[in-house]
């Protein structure tokens, strides 16, 4: 998938595998942003202890992006900003077994056991009023509002 930033890839163990990508309503309740997907991504049968998922962003070149993570309650999330621009990347968060890890490009879980499946939420917005859109990007990434 290709977003403004750049292209998403998920890695599994360090091989990149496929993903089913879904468009998600842009709009809600608490949130108006650009795009927004849902990325399911079905854990390989052969690998079934220690699985190491990391959802990553190929930045363009041309852009210079800064990233942080923003978490809350059952909601592990990254997000990058430049310019006028932001997109978050979440996840269910604070589940047991599952260790989690904020990298520059990177949302990282390492996984004790193989759950069959894991699903990312993405969203992205170029922000024409940055203080009052911020929050939107967190909000349409967060797994509790999946439509």
């Not at 210079?64 to 909601?75: F, K, R, V, Y």
């Not at 900003?81 to 968060?93: A, D, E, P, V």
């Not at 929050?135 to 967060?142: E, K, L, V």
């Amino acid at each position: 998938m290709v977003t403004n930033l750049g292209e998403i890839e998920i890695l599994v163990n360090g091989k990149e595998v496929q993903y089913d990508c879904i468009e998600l309503n842009n709009q809600g309740y608490c949130f108006k942003v650009e795009k927004r997907f849902k990325l399911v991504c079905n854990i390989p049968k052969e690998y079934e202890n220690n699985i190491d998922i990391r959802c990553a962003v190929k930045i363009r070149d041309n852009i210079q992006a800064e990233s942080g993570s923003e978490t809350g309650e059952n909601l592990a999330l990254l997000s990058w900003y430049w310019g006028n621009c932001k997109l978050s990347i979440g996840t269910k968060g604070d589940l047991k077994g599952i260790k989690y890890i904020y990298e520059k490009n990177a949302l990282r879980l390492i996984m004790a056991q193989n759950s069959g499946q894991v699903i990312f939420y993405t969203a992205w917005i170029d922000k024409s009023k940055p203080e009052q859109e911020d929050i939107c990007t967190w909000f349409a990434a967060d797994p509790a509002y999946d439509e």
